[in-house]
């Protein structure tokens, strides 16, 4: 038996999803244990991009289990769309199991969300809209409704004492229509009959199945960066990205944990407002946009693009605490003479140590940058990574010397064949 687990170490978009449909051949499992539908993993197959949101990245193998734990805030109507979609492509999918202690994204978090965005005026965190802030409030105030109510004869009941304040903010504060109890009921009613046959206590299936030498892969959503306990606050997400959070959205112990996999993109990209120090306003950062192809899966909003920030990985590596790392979109970088990497910050003239915790005081932070000569070689023909061009070679050396953890696998493109293992 093993347990993997695969974290994003920047802002998200690491490109986890292509890591995850690389790895889960070796594995029998696949498990998505936090975050919702604001997730966004690209997956690409003979020329097919496949784009999940709540699916696991390993749906597109047709003998493997995937996972949908208990961690993760399920929108019903994302989930069946999304199923939908994906099989109008590829009607063999691997089988899916959804935990019925998932709390639900309902239609007036949405529309709570894309309301309290308005309202923050300049302040606006770029949430995505999908409800994930708001949903995670109720679940963490204990106001959620999860799949297993669906089933429960006090469903009408739980759904009004549900809806009371929040159609009292819908109507006195942002002066909008209430929402009906039995409209949502009857949603909720239609919903229960699709997603019976998948519902089981994911909990339990995977330790029996661990019990039983299966092995696992665990598949985060977002990055450390985007955590709200060591993230860029407020500019975070609403649930935790960190390889610890398997324990509390999947219900595997710490020690049954064998191997965690880092995920970091060989330039730094981030959605939305938030401090950036190694941001690049100019034709390079939008060059980085272009040839990386930047843009939001779920939003389609433009990512912004800088260097690498070693200081910002190293502060998300000492909390998730990776054996090794995988490196992605190299290939984005090629064309540049010369490349930059953030070593550290200078804040009033003087260097700092650590990463401020406040997110003006990381917005006003000076990069201090280490140049590196670049290649002019296209990647993407490249199957060993030896035949790579020695400048990224050397680039690879340098994060990896600095960063103290051993880069195992290079992305140089989208397709499968074009992962190099080190």
Not at 53 to 60: A, D, F, R
Not at 189 to 201: E, H, N, R, W
Not at 364 to 393: F, H
Request: with cysteine; aromatic share 8%.
């Amino acid at each position: 038996m093993s347990v993997t687990v695969l974290v994003g170490l920047g802002w998200g978009d690491e490109g986890k999803g292509r890591v995850i449909d690389f790895l889960a051949p070796a594995y029998h499992i696949i498990v998505r244990f936090n975050g919702g539908a604001n997730a966004g993993h690209t997956v690409v197959v003979d020329g097919v991009t496949f784009r999940f949101h709540l699916l696991p990245s390993g749906m597109l193998y047709p003998e493997k289990t995937c996972v949908i734990a208990h961690g993760v805030v399920l929108d019903p109507a994302r989930l069946v769309e999304e199923l939908a979609e994906v099989r109008r492509t590829k009607p063999n999918l691997a089988r899916l199991l959804i935990s019925d202690r998932c709390h639900l994204v309902l239609p007036v978090h949405k529309q709570l969300d894309l309301l309290e965005e308005a309202f923050r005026g300049g302040g606006k965190l770029g949430t995505t809209g999908q409800g994930i802030g708001p949903v995670y409030e109720d679940k963490v105030s204990r106001k959620g409704i999860r799949i297993c109510d669906l089933y429960s004869p006090l469903l009408l009941e739980k759904i009004e004492l549900f809806l009371a304040e929040k159609n009292k903010i819908l109507v006195d504060i942002y002066k909008e229509e209430p929402v009906n109890p039995r409209s949502l009921q009857q949603q909720l009613l239609t919903f229960a009959q699709f997603v019976q046959p998948f519902l089981v206590d994911t909990l339990l299936f995977l330790q029996e199945r661990l019990n039983h030498g299966a092995s696992i892969l665990m598949e985060g959503a977002q990055g450390a960066l985007l955590d709200h306990e060591i993230g860029t606050y407020p500019f975070v997400t609403s649930t935790s990205p960190m390889a610890g959070m398997v324990s509390l959205g999947a219900g595997i112990g710490p020690k049954q944990i064998d191997r965690i996999v880092g995920v970091v993109k060989a330039y730094a990209t981030r959605v939305g407002t938030g401090p950036f120090p190694t941001e690049l306003r100019n034709e390079i950062g939008e060059g980085m946009r272009q040839r990386g192809r930047e843009f939001g899966t779920t939003t389609g909003r433009p990512r912004r693009c800088g260097w690498f920030d070693l200081p910002l990985i190293q502060y998300a590596l000492s909390a998730n605490s990776p054996d090794e790392l995988v490196l992605t979109k190299l290939d984005v970088l090629s064309g540049l003479e010369h490349l930059q990497v953030c070593v550290g910050y200078h804040k009033s003239n003087l260097p700092i140590k650590g990463i401020p915790a406040l997110a003006e005081e990381l917005d006003q932070c000076i990069p201090v940058y280490q140049t590196m000569p670049g290649w002019r070689e296209e990647l993407s023909g490249i199957r060993r990574l030896t035949d790579l061009p020695k400048n990224a070679i050397q680039f690879i050396h340098f994060l990896e010397s600095y960063l103290k953890v051993p880069i195992r696998s290079v992305s140089i493109g989208p397709q499968r064949e074009e992962m190099l293992l080190v």
